[in-house]
């Protein structure tokens, strides 16, 4: 059974940080590209950023160079660095694997999700 279990979300005033992480298991996560994407009230679902199995990343403009997303292939878990975070950063972010070795942002395609995360941003 594939399992992707997201956790580190929580509460930070604008101009903080957080961590996210994402434990993933039953499926091959080391040859899978993986990504994060996130939702607020009212909009759908986003991609924020994928990283390939070879490392290589991309990212959604609005969070360019204030998120980082990387990946632990020995422990099968995938991270989300955020900092400088906005009020509009506010989400549900879920963790998702897309069994392709290369994807982007733009082309991802997951084929498991997990459960989400809460980011709440206050100014």
């Known amino acids: 059974q594939e399992h992707l279990v997201e956790s580190g979300g929580g509460s930070v005033q604008a101009g903080g940080s957080l961590r996210l992480s994402c434990a993933a298991s039953?499926?091959?996560?080391?040859?899978?590209?993986m990504g994060w994407y996130r939702q607020a009230p009212g909009t759908e679902r986003e991609g924020v950023a994928s990283i390939n199995s070879d490392g290589d990343t991309t990212y959604a403009e609005s969070v360019t160079g204030r998120f980082t997303i990387s990946r632990d292939n020995a422990e099968n878990t995938l991270y989300l660095h955020m900092n400088s975070l906005k009020p509009e950063d506010t989400a549900v972010y879920y963790c998702?694997?897309?069994?392709?070795?290369?994807?982007?942002?733009?082309?991802?395609?997951?084929?498991?999700w997990g459960q989400g995360t809460q980011v709440t941003v206050s100014s």
């Open positions: 039953g499926f091959d996560y080391r040859s899978s590209c």
């Open positions: 998702a694997a897309d069994l392709l070795m290369w994807c982007s942002v733009a082309t991802m395609r997951p084929d498991y």
